[in-house]
């Protein structure tokens, strides 16, 4: 194993003879302007206490060029992963100096340059272990310290850390910035960044407390950056949480930061929250996208306490933060009036993702066995984040709202600045509810998989669950009036085995029945025939929107198990969504049609579903109210599809080349130009030399990524085959410009144009996962996944390399389970 990869025991056995104080750290970045920029300063002096003789300091980068040990030079004894340090002495202070990378990969201390002023931004990102890339550290989340900064930085850059600027102080060159010490933090979450950001300030305040806001982007994307709204979101977030949790704010200041070629959708950095520059919209949004936004900021906040205030002990535990964060993203929308239909979104997406994880071989308890850091890195996922946060609605109506948050504020109490176990929080959930959780824990969290919940007809209705577990859910029970279905009856109940009739006033003969009615529980919905019926007719005549939710994840689920055929599910998406007002509802439901019949369908059935939804999409983009969010998802849909199939290429072609006005209230923003410019170069309607007249347009880094995409996606075989080796050769991609080209290769489903480099892909998985770092190794290996019409390859390789990375071998597996579902669905369509 790579001494890169830090195992639990190691870890656990440094924890037990050090107690770690504090940490300085030292960054000189005023050479980072430089067009030939690769590596910078970095110094750390750590101060511990020690029980043993000998330890080690993480640090993955150029260059370690003197350890000092309580004053006495040492011997660098550094393998490019740890430092070894010995001779340690109860009390200890160890200074490393050395040379730090700048990364490209989003991982460390990300380096962009912004091709439209040609600034030069600095951020970092570490989670789960990337804070060793920067400076020295020890790398684990139970050596928690206060932490102090110093920034030594070209003039006029914004500069910032965890705490507030204490000083600034011109010196040769540049200007040195010391912060303040941080309360006790665990090393992924301290931050750095710096660059000529924009910055729009705030203020929020209560009860006596002050904290200063800010909200930052890139300059060239100022114009865009709405930070009212921001603003006012982060103030609602503040305003509940402090009062939910009853503990205020612990982190000073809250500046919230956007940056380029970000790797995630955030990062929970007290003080300094990261965000992707996706939320900064250039163009109309959603109300889904900014929901969407909102929930990231009340998730990222939600984690000053839980993870940041109280951390887990080591990466089993990750769900002590992420499944809360996810749960109190949409929970604290809904409660702060921001976006009330929160919940709607998170049962059609969140839920989605989870459902989709839980059903992979390498799916994994919510509490995982987590060895390893690799294993972690991979953990991120849909069990860790959206099943969590479904199961934690679960438990919020299984224990109660108020005495959920009375656990939650006991556990704070007890544990703030300190590092705990599932165990501990079982305590505090226990102690504010007088319910034993031991069963719902066995059930919940240290399981796999998920019930199928479905009511079976008869004289009277049973509730029937597989995998049984307990559930507290409603059945809901709608008849039609004319052409709309009513609810005319809910059932609430708990549940535990596999039968359980239903006994409250029901109507036996409901034209729709509808298990989880209300999104309750966390199962996979099936409906029965006559609710299938029933919805095919009258899906978007249903009030209650997460009832609406449930029931198109039903049915995409069911498309998913090759239970309703694709061209049914086609056929109801026809009918029902240009009649969905919930724009994420409606979004979904387009993602998953073009998904259904790219994956699903036959292929000698795709070219024909594909025109047809194309015509569908093309009619509801007309079809839709001027300026609507609807108008904007089906011109979005438009451009999904139109890379498939190419029957209104002319037409989108004239209106992007302003021969045609676009539908009456579209607005053409540059990713809506973009999306429909890639899916013209697919089907082969658009080349080069439209690709860079929509690169003078939008000559940004956004525009620039999309221009590679345009390139490669041309319908060409030596074409593909270029930007197929480029993605796989060429280490100067940065992560944004490795996934344009990775979208090109596989724009259209054009396997015939790719299908020759099957053996090319299985011959550099494993060398490219031992020579790249995991992020570009990841997104080569899941975006570049063979998707042939036959498993013999993929177990062939898995065969052969059965000693390969388990982390590795995971995305292997997943990417296979996803090959094999495919094949199996298709072998389920029916023929004629």
């Known amino acids: 194993m790579s001494s890169a990869n830090l195992t639990r025991e190691q870890t656990a056995a440094r924890a037990a003879g050090i107690r770690l104080d504090t940490v300085d750290v030292d960054l000189d970045l005023r050479d980072a302007p430089k067009t030939d920029a690769a590596t910078f300063g970095a110094a750390s002096t750590l101060v511990f206490a020690a029980t043993v003789a000998e330890t080690w300091v993480d640090f993955i980068g150029a260059s370690v060029d003197e350890v000092i040990l309580n004053g ?152 865009h950056l709405d930070a009212d709204e921001i603003l006012d979101v982060t103030r609602r977030g503040l305003d509940y949480y402090g009062t939910a949790f009853a503990y205020a704010y612990p982190w000073g200041k809250y500046d919230q930061i956007f940056v380029p070629e970000y790797n995630l959708g955030a990062m929970e950095n007290p003080g300094l929250v990261t965000f992707t520059e996706s939320y900064v919209f250039r163009g109309k949004a959603t109300a889904a996208q900014r929901e969407a936004r909102a929930n990231t900021i009340l998730h990222e906040m939600a984690h000053m306490w839980f993870g940041d205030l109280v951390t887990m002990r080591w990466w089993d535990d990750l769900w ?102 599932l165990a501990d929080l079982l305590a505090a959930l226990e102690g504010a509810s007088g319910r034993d959780l031991t069963a719902w824990s066995d059930a919940w969290l240290q399981t796999t998989g998920m019930s199928e919940i479905r009511v079976e007809r008869g004289d009277a209705l049973t509730l029937v669950q597989t995998d049984p577990r307990p559930h507290r859910l409603t059945v809901g029970l709608y008849a039609f009036e004319g052409d709309r279905l009513v609810r005319r009856a809910r059932v609430e109940l708990d549940i535990d085995s596999a039968r359980t009739p239903l006994s409250a006033p029901v109507l036996p003969d409901a034209d729709l029945i509808v298990p989880n009615d209300d999104d309750r529980t966390y199962a996979k919905v099936r409906l029965d025939e006559r609710s299938t019926d029933a919805v095919t007719r009258a899906l978007s005549s249903i009030d209650d929107a997460v009832t609406r939710a449930v029931i198109w994840a039903a049915l995409w689920n069911a498309v998913r198990d090759g239970e309703l055929p694709v061209a049914r599910y086609v056929d109801i998406v026809c009918r029902h969504a240009p009649g969905e007002p919930n724009v994420a509802l409606l979004a979904d439901a387009i993602a998953h049609t073009g998904f259904a019949i790219s994956r699903y ?136 410009h490795l996934d344009a080209t990775i979208a090109g290769v596989r724009a259209g489903g054009r396997r015939d144009l790719i299908a020759a480099h099957d053996a090319d892909y299985f011959a550099r998985i494993r060398p490219v996962w031992a020579a790249r770092s995991i992020e570009i190794a990841r997104r080569l290996v899941v975006g570049l996944f063979p998707a042939s019409d036959s498993l013999a390859d993929v177990d062939a390789w898995l065969a052969a390399n059965a000693d390969a990375p388990a982390s590795l071998r995971r995305l292997v597996i997943e990417q296979r389970d996803g090959l094999a579902r495919a094949l199996h669905v298709r072998s389920e369509q029916p023929t004629g």
């Open 601 to 736: 369908a036959r292929e000698e059935d795709r070219a024909a579903l594909a025109a047809a939804w194309l015509e569908a999409t093309w009619n509801a983009l007309q079809a839709a109210a001027p300026g609507s969010d609807a108008q904007l998802a089906w011109a979005r849909g438009v451009g999904a599809v139109a890379a498939v199939a190419g029957d209104r290429a002319a037409e989108i072609g004239a209106i992007l080349r302003g021969d045609t006005a676009p539908p009456l209230g579209l607005a053409l923003d540059p990713d809506l130009r973009w999306s429909w410019l890639i899916s013209l170069a697919a089907t082969g309607h658009a080349g080069s030399a439209e690709a860079d007249a929509e690169l003078l347009r939008d000559p940004s880094a956004s525009g620039r990524s999309r221009h590679r995409t345009v390139l490669a996606a041309r319908p060409d075989a030596g074409i593909r085959a270029e930007a197929w080796h480029a993605a796989w050769t060429d280490e100067s991609l940065s992560n944004d």
């Open 320 to 421: 002590l933060k992420e499944s809360f964060a996810d749960f109190m993203g949409a929970h604290a929308n809904v409660a702060t009036g921001a976006f009330p239909e929160a919940w709607v979104s998170f049962a059609s997406r969140r839920k989605s993702w989870a459902y989709e994880q839980d059903q992979l071989p390498t799916t994994h308890p919510i509490v995982a066995d987590i060895t390893d850091l690799e294993a972690a890195k991979l953990n991120f996922d849909g069990i860790t984040y959206a099943k969590g946060a479904s199961v934690l609605k679960q438990l919020v109506a299984f224990v109660g709202e108020e005495a959920f948050f009375r656990g939650a504020q006991g556990y704070f109490a007890a544990h703030a600045y300190g590092n705990t176990t």
């Open 72 to 223: 006495v030079s040492q011997a660098v004894e550094w393998d490019g992963a740890r430092i070894r340090v010995s001779g340690l002495v109860e009390q200890n202070t160890v200074v490393v100096r050395g040379q730090g990378r700048y990364s490209t990969s989003g991982e460390g201390l990300h380096r962009f340059r912004d091709p439209v002023d040609d600034q030069v931004y600095l951020y970092t990102q570490y989670e789960p272990a990337d804070c060793r890339r920067v400076y020295p550290c020890l790398e684990q989340p139970d050596l928690k310290a206060r932490w102090r900064f110093t920034v030594t930085a070209p003039v006029g850059w914004e500069v910032l850390s965890n705490g507030a600027e204490s000083a600034r102080t011109p010196i040769d060159g540049g200007v040195r910035v010391a912060f303040a010490e941080t309360l006790p933090l665990s090393s992924y979450i301290t931050a750095v960044a710096a660059g000529p950001y924009h910055r729009v300030d705030g203020t929020w305040a209560s009860d006596g407390q002050s904290v200063a806001l800010g909200v930052l982007c890139r300059a060239s994307l100022a114009p």
